[in-house]
């Protein structure tokens, strides 16, 4: 027999000058099977609980409905007081007589009259809710990090030294991301390479972290402590575990198409490493270029190789990975100027973006790292455009944060090269964080030749298309328009989601900010938690921001998974779960295609639809699309739904 | 003669709508007395039934509020809700029961004040129609 308890929080004052609460109480000590109704000034006060308790020991109380707060404030502070009573934390019900009623309803016969209504809701619905347990399964502790660059090798670092397992997933073929392709880091141009390759290095001979290259994740299902994860890693048609990296298959292709970055530069191969340096150093084939990949009968690499290292028939393999959490550092990409014609950037090879400025100083590039015109001329100008597609309402509207400093850095390695080059800014305003910004900038425009010009706006420059020499019109301040000539013109762009980050946002099923990054759980108490738990972000996938905080976002996702998932530990499973009842279910695969979590599979034998537990996340889509009425979502069942509705009618449940 | 005073369920999901719903009271935003909430972990959880179910037991109006679209926690549940409740919409366009009595939005967490003028707005519109029958009901 049911014997309902209903506890109505007073809030304080708060609710009492809303709510008529004697009256609130009287007629909800009218219904059928309330046995108690209490009303208490503050239910989520720690020093309440044992009065509780004890009340609904004297009365024999079986299920308990809250009136008070929202059930998204308390819930689980309440679900206490039913485990303390020894009650199942799950035969209670909340009715929110404060947000949605004392808080918006100003007449004060209506709220109270709501507040009824609700409570009685809430009254009808506990009789149906039954007992559920939490049940605990194994936490996978491996971790699965997405992306190989800065953030996802300091996350893969910083596990790897707690003796978790990583699968560190790259989609490219190398690892190291963009910053393995810097010459100098700001403020204090530093060497990128001496400072990034011995942790590559680390990373590659660790045999706790497995690297999985050219590889992408397909599919993730299943919850914090166990998510299975489908990787597709595409063949690389060279064996990683023979190849050396000697080139000699590079030499030998009949392939050169022309360098993506360098006209001049000697010619790019199908086959061989995807840059001088690349670590693993191990070649690859690209099959948008290879004329065997295209159905000729080619085989000049396979003859070339010492060491028999190429192999045409490596398939593509698919991998199940099953891991406790996952890190997602996918990173950025530069805006890409040709979306506007103002840069003429896709015209003049004088105009370039930073991302190839940097290659071009690298020393790895065609000019060994000799900063030169398209022609292969020192340059007596070069002119630095900021806010390339940053702070604009048509493109981003943010300050990408790190540009500024990174055209500096560029003046700078310009200016190591050839002293009397003439160096223009343009710039709307400058910006400069941290407590190295100021001073590198203070430091870097004490030298001579060093031009600045104030646009009136981001974005307020015309580059002639067709000029001999890049001619930038720069619209000032003051409105009068300057001329600005250069020999190269760098772009410092902005920067951007990747291009596919809505395609992963959507295989990880985690939310998007309104920038097209990921978004944080919380931009400022949980930067590096997605919207999904379990799943952590780190470095630019989740918003601009410079080296040192990018690792520090990496540390920071591992630091959170060490600290919660631990070999041999445990995860407790949330009970609210699609369940089927086989004598009912037609075995129509309706569920199969509507569930979003992958959880209902067709159990052949039966046939029935089976619901697994550890996938489920209780939506109840399934158990509303079911043409027989076959699933329950438990505590939130039909036959509950449709009581509590007619409890807000004054309609008993029978 | 007095003002007609209907009733509406609004069925809102766990992780929008009624944390909107939520926002509207932190806020402190009058909302008319006459919704009655009830909340669903998604708004693809209301099944056809259940709308119907509301107007059985007395509901002048139905509301089903979801996250907005592409926003739904469960990623496609918002899009199943509209797809059934525009299906059920047609079916009810062949009962006394009007079609524009059931209303399915997108309520993100935090829009208090959509929330408000979303309910202010149904409130009207369903005092326009006038009760589901009048001759019939208690």
Redesign the interface.
Known sequence: MDRIGVFICQCGPTLQEALDMPALARETGRLKDVVRVERVSVLCAPDVSPALVETIRTHAINRVVFAGC????HEETLRGIMVAADLNPFLMQVA?I???CA?????RM??T??AR??IQ?AVERVRHHRPLEAKKIDAWADVLVIGAGMAGISAARTLAQEDRRVFLVERSACIGGKVARYEDLYPDSSCAACLIEPDLDTILHDDRIEIITLAQVEDLRGRPGSFSVSVRQAARWVDADRCLGCTACTDACPVKMPDPIRADAPRCAAIGLPYAGALPHVAMIDRHRCLRAMGESCSICQDACPFEAVNYDQPDTYRELSVGAVVVATGFQGFDPDREDRYGHAERQDVITADAFERLANASSPTGGRIVTADGRVPQCVAFVHCVGSRTDAFNAYCSGVCCLAAFKHAQQVKRQSPETIVHHIYADLCLPGQAGQRFFDRFQKQPGIVFHRMVRPGAVRIDPRAATPVIHVTGVDGCEERVEADLVILATALEPEEDTDQMA?RL?I?LDPDGFFKAHHPVTAPVQSSRDGIYLAGCCQGPKDIPASVAQGQAAAGCILQRFTPGGTITLDP?VARVDPDLCAACRTCLA?C??GAISRDEETPTARAEETLC?????C???CPSGAIT?DH?S?DA??A???G??D?SGD | MTEFDP?I?ALLC?WCA??G??A???S????P?QI???????S????P??VL??FA???DGVLVLGCRPG?C?????NR?ALK?MRLLQAVMAATPIHSQRLRTDWISAGEGDRYRRMACDFVLEIQALGPVNPKGRH
């Open positions: 929202s059930p998204r404030e929110n404060r947000e949605h808080w918006t309803i100003r007449d209506q709220a009259g709501k209504a609700l809701g959507k099923d939310e609210v509507l979003p979590c996340r209780g939506c109840g889509i158990a509303a699309g979502v939130f039909r739904l449709h509590e509705i007619n807000l009618f309609l | 009733t369920v766990n009624y944390d719903a939520d509207a009271g932190r402190r935003l009058a909302i007395h009655r909430e009830v909340r669903v972990m998604c693809g959880q209301v099944d039934s259940t179910k509301a037991a007395g509901a926003d926690h469960y990623r496609t549940g199943e059934r």
